[in-house]
């Protein structure tokens, strides 16, 4: 096979939304697959000997990828790096995102020490959340923040603020927080653009949603905090986190 793009050994690091949680999968490593998967299938059938790693484990913090994945990573020699990070921070109360901001910055001049192509993400639109609508604005000073990163260190990025496909609901998974299997898909596609390879993946063109009753949305909005946000709430006033005894589904070649 002629190989089509000069990658050949990807790593993605990161936390939740890199490991593909709300995309279910029984057949994928760790039961999910995620947008990186789909990138990763996609970069493989276009090289003859490609090779794919996945260290992306749920409910991490900035430092925390930076403290456990980072070398693990520069470890397997790659020339492809995506990193996706600073999200579970920024939409914690009383965060800085200009603090944010550096530690990830220090984290890009690690990844990019050895020359490989890293893919940022900055984060989505949510101002159509409930609840994590609230924090638009943080979310933004750090778009801007990660893009002048971007630029200085020669980094592509994945224009997550831009996708506007992700303001319908039928790209979040049911907990809100994540994305779908059709929202993975979309943000696959939306990496390979940025990369400029070639790709089949199908467009999102949904049908137009029906409306729905004041009262039938109360009580959706009721159902989920107390089957998603009250847990998530629990768990920041444990100290614990999601990802606890979690490791990473792909964690080598």
């Not at 520069?74 to 530690?103: E, M, W």
């Not at 979309?186 to 993946?201: F, Q, S, Y």
Request: proline share 8%; aromatic share 8%.
């Amino acid at each position: 096979m002629e190989q089509q793009h000069p990658w050949s050994r990807y790593v993605a690091i990161g936390d939740s939304f890199t490991e593909g949680i709300g995309d279910p999968e029984p057949q994928s490593p760790g039961g999910h697959r995620g947008w990186a998967d789909r990138v990763a299938e996609v970069l493989a059938e276009q090289a003859d000997d490609f090779a794919y790693a996945n260290l992306a484990i749920r409910g991490r913090l900035l430092q925390q990828i930076s403290d456990e994945q980072v070398d693990a990573a520069l470890a397997l020699k790659p020339d492809l790096i995506t990193v996706s990070a600073g999200g579970n921070d920024i939409i914690r109360p009383g965060t800085d995102p200009d603090d944010v901001s550096q530690r990830f910055e220090t984290m890009v001049e690690r990844l990019r020490s050895d020359g490989a192509t890293v893919v940022m993400f900055n984060g989505p639109d949510i101002g159509m959340t409930p609840v994590l609508g609230r924090v638009r604005g943080k979310v933004a000073i750090y778009n801007e923040n990660l893009r002048a990163i971007a630029q200085r260190h020669d980094c592509v990025v994945a224009d997550m603020w831009a996708l506007r496909e992700l303001a319908d609901p039928r790209m979040w998974a049911p907990d809100r927080l994540h994305f779908s299997p059709a929202g993975h898909t979309t943000i696959a596609a939306m990496v390979l653009d940025a990369l400029a390879v070639e790709h089949g993946l199908e467009p999102f063109r949904p049908d137009p949603l029906p409306p729905r009753a004041w009262r039938e949305a109360r009580a959706e909005d009721i159902g989920w905090a107390r089957e998603y946000l009250v847990p998530w709430v629990l768990r920041r006033i444990r100290h614990q986190s999601s990802g606890d005894n979690i490791t990473p589904k792909r964690p080598g070649f």
